[in-house]
């Protein structure tokens, strides 16, 4: 019994090198000073970093990135929180079907969206790129807020609300003032990870790219198709802190339960 | 409850959803059945023809199936671990599994280009002891591409079985150690049988994902094509639309069924139903 | 010699110690209740007997052998959760063989057993069914056939009826207690009920922080609890700290701030130690008329303050000098709230506790 959980201990501590192990790597080869990504790296030099300032094409990227994934949230929350709040406190027929209906996003293959909205936002409604990239993420985020709010909401007692009519208060008002506040922590977490990930969406970006338009996934893939210079290294240690900072606020909104619900 | 009230909230999800998502892929799955105004499955017969694609078809299979078992020995006695572990490791472990799963995909696939190159840290490790004398050349071959994707997907079959075994009544398993089951048996006749259901719906989560991923066969596979990488060559370098589609139509069609049927599978071996 | 024993042990989580020197004994063939609100350290106790959890410190003898590091596997103990721990994905058949299946028993015999170990708890037509499909009576009884049909050296019981309805829990323990004895099988049984535990015991063990407060058959405690805080939790809602005490006479003449009593002797000695008085609301009686209770003794005269009804009597909240009285009395006219009364104290029925 000792033994097996040695052993089992042993054995999630390899699992975990092999997960964390690369991400250790890119980290440290980041402070690479030569052209040239190498392990262990030469010497220590922020050069990389400074290039990161100095291509325009990723810093325009990185705006552009973070405007869509804010927008496209912002559009995704005024669509999913009403349609969260309706599944989660009405029952009604056809209840099973919409669910369906707003969590599907996530079953169809990113490529097939990505694709397919190509084809019928930019060329058959003649959208600009910007706005196809744009409803692309916002449609990609909308499973993601409705399923962390209606998690959140499965936790409220509605009582409370019929509580706050019968004191009086309008449908709209309670919404505001006693289903709101008290879903706050779910729907910041909500816009965290659906920013999440919209930002590190490539599947629909990668089609939605044109003169002056590429998000910061899509140029970090050009990027090392052509080149092998310690400069990607040294925006993934950038993500990858943001990440870090962004999951550690997840972490205080609602806790990691979520992720590991099924 | 009022009717308008529910339409008001539902509404301007549902005609998103159905302007921006429902009705292009209908669209596309339409025109996959139409040629020159015609009627015909021309353009599947065309596809399932083709030696090219169907070893495409049969590289993407293969790299999901291996990816799918790898990530299934490796995530499971991790979980499994993670969920018997104290509470205080359990928080650090689940945090450090949910990290890699929240990171950039382009970041992860890139860190194995720096492992698996020619001239990458497992050539010159291995090539340093004396093992072997010329590079492997692993990148941009199905096995890079079957690791990169273990590595993406690990972290989702670690956290689902985790769930489903922070559920077990670890009751349970004092019972069968009371009634005279060593612990490798009530792992075995208890604690297994009951996370079956789990294993298979992170096992179609894993297989889905890995058929369907497009950012690590695209930069671990170089020439190396997989479906997904396939479906964006026909559309943005060769233009051909009308394959695109067919390819993208075929993609949905193997999701729902692979979802499909395994669904039914862990329900049915769901006791509760 | 007793036929399990815990000698001195300690069992502490987190630094803090749930058992400390612990002891007790066990006849063979007896049930042994262990009661006490949450936290008194019964449930510990009992894994601690069961093997789920290991003691720090101190010795399990069971049967004349060290059992304090044989395994759970190996103790041939039954167990009975409060959950029922019923394995979701066997049918009941498959529950009750899991035990017998791996001591290598021929299938035949597996049968034969666990058919008629399903006729003991009455659930004959019930082997194909799966644990989900049963109500809360029927999962218990599943569970109890699953812990006997390994004729058990031990049984064990875990608040076995907390999740059953009011009226399935009186049937049920009926149904422990005539298996148990039927069978004749040493069994623990763990409860924060104390009707439960005093109805299908021979012993009962009440538990404070994890120390038994007093060890004794259940008529035993039920009327001479040993201390104040046995005296309150099986119902004594009366005290009366006394400040004199003696007991050279034929009762124990007592006294306080010159009010007099006197109670009755026991030959044993439980209930008659100590200075604080202790009375049931149902054993006082309330007088109508008003005595001089510095003259007769075991009186007080008092004010009732609240009355309510409790369906066969009346509860009163009745004022007197040395604190508030609770008294519970049958009768058909009720005492008017304020009216001026005397609460007697009948010398049989008062406890001395320390």
Same mark, same amino acid.
């Given at each position: 019994?000792?033994?097996?959980?040695?052993?089992?201990?042993?054995?999630?501590?390899?699992?975990?090198?092999?997960?964390?192990?690369?991400?250790?790597?890119?980290?440290?080869?980041?402070?690479?000073?030569?052209?040239?990504?190498?392990?262990?790296?030469?010497?220590?030099?922020?050069?990389?970093?400074?290039?990161?300032?100095?291509?325009?094409?990723?810093?325009?990227?990185?705006?552009?990135?973070?405007?869509?994934?804010?927008?496209?949230?912002?559009?995704?929350?005024?669509?999913?929180?009403?349609?969260?709040?309706?599944?989660?406190?009405?029952?009604?027929?056809?209840?099973?079907?919409?669910?369906?209906?707003?969590?599907?996003?996530?079953?169809?293959?990113?490529?097939?969206?990505?694709?397919?909205?190509?084809?019928?936002?930019?060329?058959?409604?003649?959208?600009?790129?910007?706005?196809?990239?744009?409803?692309?993420?916002?449609?990609?985020?909308?499973?993601?807020?409705?399923?962390?709010?209606?998690?959140?909401?499965?936790?409220?007692?509605?009582?409370?609300?019929?509580?706050?009519?019968?004191?009086?208060?309008?449908?709209?008002?309670?919404?505001?003032?006693?289903?709101?506040?008290?879903?706050?922590?779910?729907?910041?977490?909500?816009?965290?990870?659906?920013?999440?990930?919209?930002?590190?969406?490539?599947?629909?970006?990668?089609?939605?790219?044109?003169?002056?338009?590429?998000?910061?996934?899509?140029?970090?893939?050009?990027?090392?198709?052509?080149?092998?210079?310690?400069?990607?290294?040294?925006?993934?240690?950038?993500?990858?802190?943001?990440?870090?900072?962004?999951?550690?606020?997840?972490?205080?909104?609602?806790?990691?339960?979520?992720?590991?619900?099924? | 409850?009022?009717?308008?009230?529910?339409?008001?909230?539902?509404?301007?999800?549902?005609?998103?959803?159905?302007?921006?998502?429902?009705?292009?892929?209908?669209?596309?799955?339409?025109?996959?059945?139409?040629?020159?105004?015609?009627?015909?499955?021309?353009?599947?017969?065309?596809?399932?023809?083709?030696?090219?694609?169907?070893?495409?078809?049969?590289?993407?299979?293969?790299?999901?199936?291996?990816?799918?078992?790898?990530?299934?020995?490796?995530?499971?006695?991790?979980?499994?671990?993670?969920?018997?572990?104290?509470?205080?490791?359990?928080?650090?472990?689940?945090?450090?599994?949910?990290?890699?799963?929240?990171?950039?995909?382009?970041?992860?696939?890139?860190?194995?280009?720096?492992?698996?190159?020619?001239?990458?840290?497992?050539?010159?490790?291995?090539?340093?002891?004396?093992?072997?004398?010329?590079?492997?050349?692993?990148?941009?071959?199905?096995?890079?591409?079957?690791?990169?994707?273990?590595?993406?997907?690990?972290?989702?079959?670690?956290?689902?079985?985790?769930?489903?075994?922070?559920?077990?009544?670890?009751?349970?398993?004092?019972?069968?150690?009371?009634?005279?089951?060593?612990?490798?048996?009530?792992?075995?006749?208890?604690?297994?049988?009951?996370?079956?259901?789990?294993?298979?719906?992170?096992?179609?989560?894993?297989?889905?994902?890995?058929?369907?991923?497009?950012?690590?066969?695209?930069?671990?596979?170089?020439?190396?094509?997989?479906?997904?990488?396939?479906?964006?060559?026909?559309?943005?370098?060769?233009?051909?639309?009308?394959?695109?589609?067919?390819?993208?139509?075929?993609?949905?069609?193997?999701?729902?069924?692979?979802?499909?049927?395994?669904?039914?599978?862990?329900?049915?071996?769901?006791?509760?139903? | 010699?007793?036929?399990?024993?815990?000698?001195?042990?300690?069992?502490?989580?987190?630094?803090?110690?749930?058992?400390?020197?612990?002891?007790?004994?066990?006849?063979?063939?007896?049930?042994?209740?262990?009661?006490?609100?949450?936290?008194?350290?019964?449930?510990?106790?009992?894994?601690?007997?069961?093997?789920?959890?290991?003691?720090?410190?101190?010795?399990?003898?069971?049967?004349?052998?060290?059992?304090?590091?044989?395994?759970?596997?190996?103790?041939?103990?039954?167990?009975?959760?409060?959950?029922?721990?019923?394995?979701?994905?066997?049918?009941?058949?498959?529950?009750?063989?899991?035990?017998?299946?791996?001591?290598?028993?021929?299938?035949?015999?597996?049968?034969?057993?666990?058919?008629?170990?399903?006729?003991?708890?009455?659930?004959?037509?019930?082997?194909?069914?799966?644990?989900?499909?049963?109500?809360?009576?029927?999962?218990?009884?599943?569970?109890?056939?699953?812990?006997?049909?390994?004729?058990?050296?031990?049984?064990?019981?875990?608040?076995?009826?907390?999740?059953?309805?009011?009226?399935?829990?009186?049937?049920?323990?009926?149904?422990?207690?005539?298996?148990?004895? !039927?069978?004749?099988?040493? &069994?623990?049984? %763990?409860?924060?009920?104390? @009707? $439960?535990? =005093?109805?299908?015991?021979?012993? #009962?063990?009440?538990?404070?922080?994890?120390?038994?407060?007093?060890?004794?058959?259940?008529?035993?405690?039920?009327?001479?609890?040993?201390?104040?805080?046995?005296?309150?939790?099986?119902?004594?809602?009366?005290?009366?700290?006394?400040?004199?005490?003696?007991?050279?006479?034929?009762?124990?003449?007592?006294?306080?701030?010159?009010?007099?009593?006197?109670?009755?002797?026991?030959?044993?000695?439980?209930?008659?130690?100590?200075?604080?008085?202790?009375?049931?609301?149902?054993?006082?009686?309330?007088?109508?008329?008003?005595?001089?209770?510095?003259?007769?003794?075991?009186?007080?005269?008092?004010?009732?303050?609240?009355?309510?009804?409790?369906?066969?009597?009346?509860?009163?909240?009745? !004022?007197?000098?040395?604190? &508030?009285?609770? %008294?519970?009395?049958?009768? @058909? $006219?009720? =005492?008017?709230?304020?009216?001026? #009364?005397?609460?007697?104290?009948?010398?049989?029925?008062?406890?001395?506790?320390?």
């Amino acid at each position: 019994m000792k033994e097996g959980n040695r052993a089992l201990s042993l054995y999630t501590l390899l699992v975990f090198i092999f997960l964390l192990g690369p991400l250790a790597i890119i980290s440290v080869t980041s402070f690479e000073p030569g052209t040239i990504l190498k392990f262990p790296p030469e010497g220590f030099s922020l050069r990389w970093y400074k290039n990161i300032f100095e291509v325009s094409m990723f810093m325009e990227t990185f705006k552009t990135s973070v405007i869509v994934s804010m927008l496209g949230n912002l559009l995704a929350l005024l669509l999913g929180v009403p349609a969260a709040y309706a599944l989660s406190r009405f029952s009604f027929r056809g209840r099973d079907t919409l669910n369906a209906l707003f969590l599907s996003p996530v079953l169809i293959p990113g490529i097939v969206l990505g694709f397919t909205l190509l084809r019928y936002l930019i060329v058959v409604y003649g959208l600009p790129i910007y706005a196809g990239l744009l409803i692309g993420h916002t449609v990609i985020m909308l499973p993601f807020i409705i399923r962390v709010i209606a998690s959140s909401l499965a936790n409220f007692d509605f009582a409370v609300e019929e509580a706050a009519q019968s004191l009086g208060a309008g449908r709209l008002y309670t919404f505001y003032k006693i289903v709101l506040p008290n879903i706050r922590s779910g729907i910041m977490a909500a816009i965290l990870i659906a920013f999440l990930e919209s930002f590190n969406n490539v599947d629909i970006s990668v089609f939605m790219t044109g003169p002056g338009v590429s998000t910061l996934p899509i140029q970090m893939l050009t990027y090392v198709q052509n080149y092998f210079d310690p400069t990607i290294a040294a925006i993934s240690v950038i993500l990858m802190v943001l990440t870090a900072a962004l999951m550690f606020i997840i972490e205080r909104l609602m806790g990691f339960a979520y992720f590991t619900k099924r | 409850m009022n009717k308008r009230f529910l339409y008001l909230l539902l509404l301007p999800g549902i005609l998103f959803l159905a302007a921006f998502m429902l009705i292009p892929i209908m669209l596309t799955i339409a025109s996959t059945f139409v040629q020159d105004g015609q009627l015909t499955l021309e353009g599947y017969l065309h596809f399932f023809r083709d030696g090219y694609f169907n070893r495409i078809l049969f590289t993407t299979l293969r790299v999901s199936v291996v990816t799918t078992l790898v990530c299934v020995v490796l995530g499971y006695p991790a979980a499994y671990y993670i969920s018997r572990t104290s509470a205080r490791k359990k928080s650090i472990l689940l945090a450090l599994a949910i990290f890699p799963l929240l990171t950039s995909p382009v970041v992860r696939s890139f860190s194995w280009m720096i492992i698996l190159g020619k001239k990458g840290l497992l050539n010159t490790f291995l090539l340093s002891t004396g093992l072997i004398h010329d590079p492997l050349e692993i990148m941009y071959t199905p096995v890079a591409m079957m690791v990169g994707l273990v590595h993406l997907f690990l972290p989702l079959i670690i956290i689902t079985l985790l769930g489903v075994m922070e559920n077990l009544d670890y009751e349970l398993v004092l019972a069968a150690r009371s009634l005279g089951a060593s612990s490798f048996t009530a792992f075995r006749k208890i604690i297994f049988p009951l996370t079956v259901p789990g294993l298979i719906i992170g096992s179609i989560l894993v297989f889905v994902g890995s058929l369907t991923a497009y950012t690590t066969p695209a930069l671990l596979g170089g020439k190396e094509r997989v479906i997904s990488t396939f479906l964006y060559q026909n559309a943005m370098t060769l233009n051909d639309w009308q394959a695109a589609s067919v390819i993208a139509v075929i993609m949905i069609v193997i999701t729902f069924v692979v979802v499909g049927l395994m669904n039914k599978w862990a329900n049915r071996l769901n006791p509760k139903g | 010699m007793a036929l399990l024993s815990l000698e001195q042990v300690s069992v502490a989580y987190d630094n803090h110690f749930i058992l400390e020197d612990f002891n007790l004994q066990l006849e063979k063939g007896q049930l042994l209740s262990l009661l006490g609100p949450s936290g008194c350290g019964k449930t510990t106790t009992l894994r601690l007997i069961a093997g789920f959890l290991n003691a720090e410190q101190g010795k399990f003898m069971f049967s004349g052998q060290d059992y304090t590091h044989v395994p759970v596997n190996k103790r041939n103990f039954g167990f009975v959760f409060q959950s029922y721990a019923l394995f979701p994905h066997m049918s009941v058949y498959d529950n009750v063989a899991f035990g017998l299946r791996l001591r290598k028993l021929k299938e035949a015999e597996v049968k034969k057993r666990v058919l008629r170990m399903l006729d003991i708890v009455s659930l004959n037509d019930f082997e194909k069914r799966l644990p989900q499909s049963l109500s809360g009576g029927q999962r218990q009884r599943v569970a109890i056939a699953r812990a006997l049909v390994i004729e058990p050296d031990l049984l064990l019981f875990d608040e076995p009826l907390s999740n059953l309805d009011a009226n399935l829990r009186v049937n049920m323990r009926v149904e422990i207690r005539r298996i148990q004895q !039927e069978l004749g099988i040493t &069994t623990v049984y %763990v409860s924060h009920d104390q @009707e $439960e535990c =005093f109805s299908i015991s021979d012993q #009962v063990a009440v538990m404070n922080q994890g120390k038994i407060e007093q060890l004794d058959h259940p008529a035993a405690i039920f009327k001479y609890p040993a201390s104040e805080y046995v005296a309150r939790f099986i119902g004594f809602g009366n005290f009366i700290s006394f400040e004199n005490r003696n007991d050279e006479g034929e009762d124990i003449e007592l006294s306080t701030k010159g009010f007099n009593f006197q109670a009755v002797k026991r030959l044993n000695g439980a209930g008659n130690k100590g200075l604080l008085g202790a009375i049931r609301p149902d054993d006082l009686q309330l007088l109508v008329n008003v005595v001089d209770s510095k003259l007769v003794s075991n009186t007080l005269p008092g004010t009732v303050q609240v009355s309510t009804y409790l369906g066969r009597s009346y509860q009163y909240e009745v !004022e007197t000098e040395l604190g &508030t009285f609770t %008294v519970n009395q049958e009768m @058909e $006219e009720p =005492f008017r709230q304020g009216q001026r #009364v005397t609460v007697y104290f009948p010398k049989e029925k008062l406890v001395l506790v320390q």
